[in-house]
């Protein structure tokens, strides 16, 4: 079963490094994830430590952009295998939302254990409870199985123009969704729920490793989208990229004054830069979409031949 690549660095012996002079040997170590839980766990060759990565991402980020890591290498089978789990888990992290934020002391893993389980019926409550909170439909004749179950039960290989459609009827489903939940239901909702996901996970892995010395460190780097801009912060951030491109060099000046104090760069209407402090605006936020699926199979390759040129030990 391939996982997706991680690269992480021992910060302790980093420090060490850099204290010595030495820049060509700061430790980067390539880790292929098999627990696809976004906890990884290596020991340092070095110093012992016990590392823990721990990825910002849901758990259907990281099967979606193991997906494409599969896809970039040609292996279009496993491929749908990763985009087929990328769905099933973000329709349950979907549920699991939408009811915690109707009722956030429900105890969601009861219901799971209730019959749910079944992908049939969890579609269902899917569909039932979106229509319920967005009072719109979804067309579960758009979200394809066929090429799944081709794949899954008639041991057919899919091709690379199968698994992009595939991919991309994916996606689709995300940016529909994903459209509603981030315009509609309350930020500080959504983040208390990841971070309630999260730290039952932390929490249950770190009583395993009691009384070690622990590094941990947290990674979040997800190819699908979770921003959301008013109509003022989108003009900023346009006014903002002319500016850049138009004076460079009073653009570093002025970011590296922002990052020290704090403060962001504001482009008023004459196109003038000024350091401002953060104000949150009441504005609705518009979502945007995650990009097209060929724009992130461009950013994986990238990366990958990034990292790959990097020198790299490998281990576990
Ligand atoms: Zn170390």
């Known amino acids: ?17 850099l204290k010595e002079g030495n820049l060509n040997g700061l ?20 110093c012992q430590d016990i590392i823990l990565s721990i990825s910002q991402e849901m758990l259907y980020e990281i099967y979606f952009q193991t997906a494409v890591e599969q896809f970039v290498d040609k292996n279009y089978a496993e491929s749908v295998f990763f985009l087929t789990k ?34 049939e019926r969890r579609l269902g409550a899917f569909f039932a409870l979106f229509f319920y909170r967005f009072g719109e439909f979804l ?12 794949v899954m039960h008639d041991s057919v290989y899919p091709t690379e123009e199968d698994t992009t459609k595939y991919a991309k ?47 941990i460190q947290y990674a979040s780097d997800s190819i699908i989208s979770r921003n959301t801009f008013s109509k003022s912060e ?20 002025l970011a590296c004054q922002a990052n020290k104090t704090g403060k962001i760069i504001y482009i008023n209407e004459q196109g003038a830069a000024e350091l401002k402090n953060r104000v949150e605006d009441n504005e609705p936020k518009i979502y945007q979409p995650t990009q097209s699926f060929e724009k992130l199979v461009e950013i994986i390759s990238q990366r990958k031949k990034r990292f790959d040129n990097h020198s790299i030990t490998l281990v576990i």
Not at 6 to 16: D, N
Not at 139 to 150: C, Q, S, Y
Request: glycine residues 2%; aromatic residues 10%.
């Open 1 to 17: 079963m391939p996982g997706s690549y991680l690269y992480i660095t021992c910060f302790k012996c980093q420090k060490k490094y």
């Open 234 to 253: 989108e003009e900023q951030n346009t006014r903002r990229e002319i500016f850049s491109k138009k004076y460079p060099d009073k653009w570093k000046e």
């Open 169 to 215: 009827n994916i996606l689709s489903l995300f940016n529909t969704v994903m459209k509603k939940i981030l315009e509609e239901i309350d930020l500080k909702i959504i983040m208390s729920f990841n971070h309630g996901q999260q730290k039952k996970k932390i929490d249950a892995y770190l009583k395993t490793l009691k009384d070690r010395h622990i590094q």
């Open 27 to 46: 430790p980067l170590y390539k880790v292929r994830n098999f627990s696809m839980d976004g906890i990884t766990q290596i020991i340092c060759p070095e």
């Open 139 to 150: 067309d579960l004749n758009k979200i394809e199985t066929n090429l799944r179950n081709k």
């Open 86 to 119: 990328s769905r099933e888990t973000f329709i349950k992290y979907i549920i699991e939302l939408l009811l915690y934020e109707k009722n956030s002391s429900i105890n969601i893993e009861n219901i799971w254990s209730k019959g749910m389980a079944l992908s």
